[in-house]
């Protein structure tokens, strides 16, 4: 075995992610209810690439045995993934059901047998369909529900998982959902999606408190249990660095879709500047100063909404300019290389291709470096925190080769150029934790659909088959001598 270059801390958590969603199919089995993401594929078949559908997914409800096998097998000392709130509560303020409750009892059983530590997202975008027929998330009822399921989950799983986060992306989901309208409830209207923006952060500040009210209802069994949050921060650059008007729109388009999540979370406040442009627009939310208060960290640990650690996503940088004359959203989700991904807000920003970058087909540009500043960000803003990377991928057009093997070298290189950074940002200050790749396994990518594969583990669309690639063999060379 040769000696690694870059060695990572001891204890570094080598693992990939995953969401309930996104891999788990039984979509009517097992008492789970319908959740948004089901009843708008089955609706609106011709809004995802091929007309794919979370219904059957990669079958993980029933094999996941097999896929914990194949986690060991890849070298995986951790997994993120998140629960279905639909498999809980089916109805999302009703009844908890013991079937779902049992699923997630018997795999975070079986990742621990394996030595696999589960890092649990209790929101990863599938809304109960019943809260989404009151409004979804811009009903501020929604909240007091997810609250309660949070709870629900603390109280059955606490013995279980160890690293809780609230949500996954608020701010991408936001964006989709209620600016594109790519997403259910497809919806393009900024008020709409401003609130939805305050609404979640409020839930996530509620959902922390309650976790230490939980925490301290039996502290010298619980004090180890940590919750996070998971933000997408992807970088934004001006197009031009000396362009004072694209410094400008950087800084906006920053502010509108990183500072308004990591502010609350990291310092306990909304943005200022964020919060005076969205006054000037008439778009600031229905708020209170109590709501305001709670977003903020109180003094008592038992109240605090501070959080444990920051789980941070990255796929690639923006870069912004000034020259936003319309507003225009284009998601190339068909893998075709000549098609642009376009996102402009009239006369605040536009995101511009760089024309020096290396694109994947999905038109995602790659960027290593972004994950640096990324990382070094989280530390200036709060120094010591613990991070994990809890997602980072590429998704890439990919066949089974005849002899049963994907040589996915450039899932490989991806990975080794951001876990270089990585490892630098590590030298420099950073308080990194671990890494988990996206995904575990090729999977629903919402709108692309399954022609955008992530996994270590290719998933054999006709028969669901489980493949390792040549990354999960890689990856299991690289955890166990714990570097490169
Ligand atoms: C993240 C999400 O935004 O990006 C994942 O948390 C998602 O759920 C991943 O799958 C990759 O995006 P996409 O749209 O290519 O699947």
């Known amino acids: 075995m040769t000696v690694p270059e870059h060695v990572f801390p001891k204890g570094f958590v080598w693992g990939s992610a995953t969401a309930a969603i996104q891999i788990e199919g039984a979509a009517e089995l097992g008492g789970k209810g319908p959740s948004n993401w089901d009843v708008f594929c089955r609706k609106h078949p011709e809004k995802i690439f091929d007309g794919g559908s979370p219904e059957l997914a990669c079958d993980h409800y029933h094999r996941f045995k097999e896929d914990v096998r194949l986690m060991k097998e890849t070298g995986h000392t951790g997994y993120r993934m998140s629960i279905a709130w639909t498999r809980i509560i089916p109805d999302g303020q009703g009844d908890v059901n013991s079937e779902g409750v049992a699923f997630y009892r018997a795999l975070f059983d079986e990742l621990r047998a394996h030595g696999i530590e589960p890092n649990v997202t209790l929101y990863h975008w599938d809304l109960p369909q019943t809260l989404a027929g009151l409004g979804g998330w811009e009903n501020k009822q929604v909240i007091d529900h997810f609250v309660r399921y949070a709870r629900v989950c603390f109280d059955l799983f606490g013995d279980q998982v160890k690293l809780w986060s609230t949500l996954n992306e608020p701010g991408w989901t936001t964006l989709q959902s209620y600016v594109t309208g790519l997403h259910p409830p497809n919806v393009s209207n900024h008020k709409s999606a401003v609130q939805v923006a305050y609404n979640y952060i409020l839930a996530h500040a509620r959902v922390v408190k309650e976790f230490r ?226 995904a575990l396994m090729d999977n629903f990518s919402w709108v692309n659909g399954f022609k955008k594969r992530y996994g270590f583990l290719f998933v054999d669309r006709k028969t669901l088959d489980r493949h390792i690639k040549a990354s999960g063999h890689w990856y299991k060379r690289v955890s166990d001598q714990n570097g490169f």
């Not at 997408?232 to 879709?257: E, K």
């Not at 080769?401 to 940002?425: C, P, Q, W």
Request: proline share 5%; glycine share 6%.
């Open 213 to 438: 009210r939980w925490q301290h209802e039996a502290l010298s069994s619980r004090k180890e249990t940590q919750i996070g949050i998971v933000l997408n921060m992807s970088t934004i650059y001006p197009a031009d660095p000396l362009s004072s008007s694209d410094q400008s729109a950087a800084t906006i388009a920053d502010g509108v879709l990183n500072r308004w999540f990591i502010d609350p979370v990291l310092k306990g406040c909304l943005p200022s500047d964020v919060w005076a442009l969205y006054k000037r627009c008439s778009l600031l939310p229905e708020h209170t100063d109590a709501e305001l208060a709670e977003i903020g960290f109180q003094v008592s640990a038992s109240q605090s909404s501070k959080i444990d650690f920051i789980g941070v996503n990255y796929y690639y940088p923006h870069f912004a300019s000034a020259d936003a004359p319309e507003s225009a959203y284009h998601l190339n989700t068909s893998g075709n290389k000549n098609e642009d991904c376009i996102f402009a807000i009239k006369d605040l920003f536009r995101f511009v291709k760089n024309p020096h970058g290396r694109f994947t087909d999905w038109g995602w540009e790659i960027f290593p470096e972004g994950l640096y500043d990324l990382l070094m960000r989280a530390e200036h803003y709060s120094p010591g925190i613990p991070v994990y990377i809890t997602e980072n991928g590429i998704g890439i057009q990919e066949s089974l080769d005849s002899d049963g093997t994907v040589r996915d070298e450039r899932r490989i290189d991806f990975v080794r150029e951001h876990l270089k950074v990585a490892h630098r940002a590590i030298q420099d200050g950073v308080n990194l934790k671990g890494y988990y790749m996206w």
